[in-house]
């Protein structure tokens, strides 16, 4: 790990100050940050420990009906905050979702909308990488790219964004506050991140010395609490990155869809809200069928970055229909459900024509 | 030189940095020889490391100290009661959760953590998921979600309330 100069200012205004250095960066619980720097992937010159800046530690209920998340709200402490809960599961749900109770009590909110890819080539700091060493080639182009992007991909960059909490926020319409020398800002999460184009470098809509404050859920994100699931699927049962994921919300009008809401991550360099299967199922009632064109829509751009990613394009396909049909079928009283264990109940789908009918959560055991 | 201030299994600690690279681990381990939390990957993989910062669980390889500056920290070696092992320890000897020792105390000290956020109940299911950031190379998983189990049941009862299982086959 590099040497840098550490300081812990008092204010939001001081922490902005003191990030104005070269080679600044923000420090919060560090999960990311420490591993990064232990491995010299990135060498931070000063750290502006940012974790005890008064406020930012808030999880406010807001005069319109929406939640502020302040940035330094922990993951588990937000997952597990039961208004949060009710209001936003799939939100709670994919938290819940990532990394390990132990990532997830110190990890922030802020936090989690900075992580770094987990592309092996970006964190070797060996291999070539254009995100990390800009114009220096990717060296995960015709590597091991199993894991790797399948849509918004370009040549310089064929990486993925590794967020569960983020794939809700996108299909939830959050924005994300921050603060600058230049004053506040705010911008919607699902423009935050962006796609890697020529400049995979430049990873999220966020100036140098820029601040995230807190991330904003609007009042009508909770309008799909009833019929709402985050569904992730990776190479373990617990404790690993989604292959692929799947953030479903639906507002229902009789048995008809009044609104979808719909994102996957695990496939792209950010968040990838799915916009146009949405208005496909606006209107429709909520059948395997539909489910399975609103999946086909969303996957219509979608070519291989590698070989070995091919497959999950399809899978992509099937992981959103099965979230379709299991918030069809109702959150579960429990969140979060097991999100990705085999041996879950709430993890089984009712088959997708029965969706509405179908309970989730029987036959455990 | 930055001076620093913990409190170490209920005792006020005050260690100078002249560097602040230090992890938390590295703090216990290297500054205050408290050898019990050990230093398995070092980077957030294996939970070896695991240890309670202000009553939470937390790997102490990815935090810097001098970030935690007044904070709480309970270690392995801050469980039991002078010779009267802490109820997780002695779950952990009567269900044999261990083959080599080197995970146990981040094992143990990550039980304790999830008994007292109360979310996994007596589901072993549950258990076996907060337990996940714990990796154990012998593969002794069966006995230690037994001791969690016990040490959950045995703890404050909490039980068929919070289960998700159902009777339905």
């Known amino acids: 790990?590099?040497?840098?100069?550490?300081?812990?200012?008092?204010?939001?205004?001081?922490?902005?100050?003191?990030?104005?250095?070269?080679?600044?960066?923000?420090?919060?619980?560090?999960?990311?940050?420490?591993?990064?720097?232990?491995?010299?992937?990135?060498?931070?010159?000063?750290?502006?420990?940012?974790t005890r800046l008064p406020g930012l530690d808030r999880l406010d209920v807001l005069d319109d009906g929406g939640v502020r998340v302040g940035a330094l709200v922990r993951n588990s402490d937000l997952a597990h905050d039961p208004h949060f809960a009710k209001a936003y599961p799939a939100v709670a749900e994919a938290l819940l979702s990532g990394a390990s109770a132990q990532l997830r009590n110190a990890a922030t909110a802020a936090g989690n909308l900075m992580q770094r890819t987990r592309c092996p080539y970006f964190a070797?700091?060996?291999?070539?990488?254009?995100?990390?060493t800009p114009g220096s080639g990717c060296a995960a182009l015709g590597g091991a790219t199993r894991l790797h992007a399948v849509l918004g991909w370009s040549e310089h960059c064929i990486a993925t964004h590794p967020s569960d909490f983020c794939v809700p926020l996108a299909a939830l319409d959050a924005v994300v506050e921050i603060e600058g020398a230049a004053g506040r800002r705010e911008v919607a999460l699902e423009s935050f991140h962006r796609l890697p184009g020529d400049?995979?470098?430049?990873?999220?809509?966020?100036?140098?010395?820029?601040?995230?404050?807190?991330?904003?859920?609007?009042?009508?994100?909770?309008?799909?609490?009833?019929h709402s699931r985050y569904l992730k699927v990776r190479d373990r049962t617990s404790y690993a990155f989604a292959v692929v994921s799947a953030a479903a919300g639906l507002r229902?009008?009789?048995?008809?869809?009044?609104?979808?809401?719909?994102?996957?991550?695990?496939?792209?360099?950010?968040?990838?809200?799915?916009?146009?299967?949405?208005?496909l199922l606006a209107g429709q009632a909520p059948d395997g069928t539909m489910f399975r064109k609103a999946a086909d829509a969303a996957l219509a751009g979608a070519t291989p970055s590698g070989e070995a990613n091919a497959f999950k394009i399809e899978l992509a396909r099937r992981i959103l229909v099965r979230a379709l049909t299991l918030a069809a079928a109702g959150t579960p009283e429990r969140l979060p459900a097991l999100p990705a264990s085999p041996f879950a109940a709430t993890f089984a789908a009712p088959s997708p024509s029965s969706a509405a009918a179908a309970p989730a959560g029987a036959a455990h055991g | 030189?930055?001076?620093?201030?913990?409190?170490?299994?209920?005792?006020?600690?005050?260690?100078?940095?002249?560097?602040?690279?230090?992890?938390?681990?590295?703090?216990?381990?290297?500054?205050?020889?408290?050898?019990?939390s050990k230093k398995g990957c070092d980077r957030g993989q294996c939970g070896a490391c695991t240890v309670l910062v202000d009553g939470r669980r937390i790997n102490a390889c990815l935090a810097l100290a001098i970030s935690l500056d007044g904070a709480s920290v309970t270690t392995i070696e801050g469980l039991a009661d002078g010779d009267r092992l802490h109820p997780v320890q002695e779950a952990f000897i009567a269900h044999d959760g261990f083959q080599c020792g080197f995970c146990t105390p981040g094992q143990i000290m990550s039980a304790v953590g999830l008994i007292a956020e109360g979310q996994a109940g007596t589901d072993p299911e549950r258990i076996r998921e907060g337990m996940s950031g714990n990796l154990c190379r012998c593969g002794a998983y069966a006995g230690i979600g037994d001791a969690v189990l016990a040490a959950q049941t045995a703890g404050d009862g909490q039980a068929a309330g919070v289960m998700m299982r159902e009777d339905a086959a």
């Open chain 1, 1 to 50: 790990m590099n040497l840098f100069d550490y300081t812990r200012p008092a204010s939001v205004a001081e922490a902005i100050a003191a990030a104005q250095a070269p080679g600044a960066a923000y420090l919060g619980a560090g999960t990311n940050l420490l591993d990064l720097m232990k491995g010299g992937v990135v060498t931070p010159a000063r750290l502006v420990d940012v």
């Open chain 1, 124 to 132: 070797d700091a060996t291999s070539p990488c254009n995100k990390r």
């Open chain 1, 199 to 226: 400049a995979p470098e430049r990873e999220a809509d966020l100036a140098p010395g820029e601040l995230i404050t807190a991330v904003r859920l609007p009042p009508e994100a909770a309008g799909f609490a009833a």
């Open chain 1, 252 to 279: 229902l009008d009789g048995d008809r869809i009044a609104e979808a809401r719909l994102a996957l991550g695990g496939v792209a360099l950010k968040p990838w809200r799915a916009r146009e299967a949405e208005s």
């Open chain 2, 1 to 36: 030189m930055i001076p620093l201030r913990l409190t170490v299994n209920g005792t006020a600690r005050e260690v100078l940095l002249e560097d602040p690279r230090v992890t938390l681990l590295d703090l216990l381990r290297e500054r205050l020889h408290l050898t019990g």
